[in-house]
T-cell receptor, first 116, second 111 residues
Framework: GAVVSQHPSRVICKSGTSVKIECRSL??????MFWYRQFPKQSLMLMAT?????????EQGVEKDKFLINHASLTLSTLTVASAHPEDSSFYIC????????????FGDGTRLSIL | LAKTTQPISMDSYEGQEVNITCSHN???????ITWYQQFPSQGPRFIIQ???TKVTNEVASLFIPADRKSSTLSLPRVSLSDTAVYYC????????????FGAGTRLAVHP
């Protein structure tokens, strides 16, 4: 089946650090990937849609200058949390879709970000 | 996008069949229904999706009545490992087919 890999799985760093999270589709090409954030005991919140070769589309209320998305190839999208602060601590999850738009999305196993 | 409503939590026992019903009264003609399962500290995992009537795969069945205003995920003979959060989503066909997650149903399976 389709596999989406995220790296790293966990990050702990000091306030003010920029953190990059990678999302790779391992066995398929994905022109579109998605980034979500999930706080404890809450549901996933869609942050942005990452488009290969073009700018990401951000959901309302998500700061594009804070959460920088780059989708440079058909198998890799990156999310950079710029100058992270404790309130950015969360579980970040990416997904990608294999095939046409009605195919299910496949999710990575998430990145636990803890900002001290 | 159609809003979904599902029970916040459910309890069951090993070996029982579990049915989780989701309401989506405002579903549009081109929308379809998809269900995901999520374990703690993991990304969601696709279970099943459908447009109407009944869909069955190796892990679940999805029942969608003719008016499509609700759907029921059926898990046959659950085990302890089925303890998870189950999300019902209505997806707008075409475009990016974004997934907008609701609160989900927290299923606890007991011995």
């Amino acid at each position: 089946g389709a596999v989406v890999s995220q790296h790293p799985s966990r990050v702990i760093c000091k306030s003010g650090t920029s953190v990059k999270i990678e999302c790779r589709s391992l066995d398929f090409q994905a022109t579109t990937m998605f980034w979500y954030r999930q706080f404890p005991k809450q549901s996933l919140m869609l942050m942005a849609t990452s488009n290969e070769g073009s700018k990401a589309t951000y959901e309302q209320g998500v700061e594009k200058d804070k959460f920088l998305i780059n989708h440079a190839s058909l198998t890799l999208s990156t999310l950079t949390v710029a100058s992270a602060h404790p309130e950015d601590s969360s579980f970040y999850i990416c997904s990608a879709r294999k095939g046409d738009s009605n195919q299910p999305q496949h999710f990575g196993d998430g990145t636990r970000l803890s900002i001290l | 996008l159609a809003k979904t409503t599902q029970p916040i939590s459910m309890d069951s026992y090993e070996g029982q069949e579990v049915n989780i019903t989701c309401s989506h009264n405002n579903i549009a003609t081109n929308d379809y229904i998809t269900w995901y399962q999520q374990f703690p500290s993991q990304g969601p995992r696709f279970i099943i999706q459908g447009y109407k009537t009944k869909v069955t795969n190796e892990v679940a069945s999805l029942f969608i009545p003719a008016d499509r205003k609700s759907s029921t995920l059926s898990l046959p003979r659950v085990s302890l490992s089925d303890t998870a959060v189950y999300y019902c989503l209505v997806v707008q066909s075409g475009g990016y087919n974004k997934l907008i997650f609701g609160a989900g149903t927290r299923l606890a399976v007991h011995p």
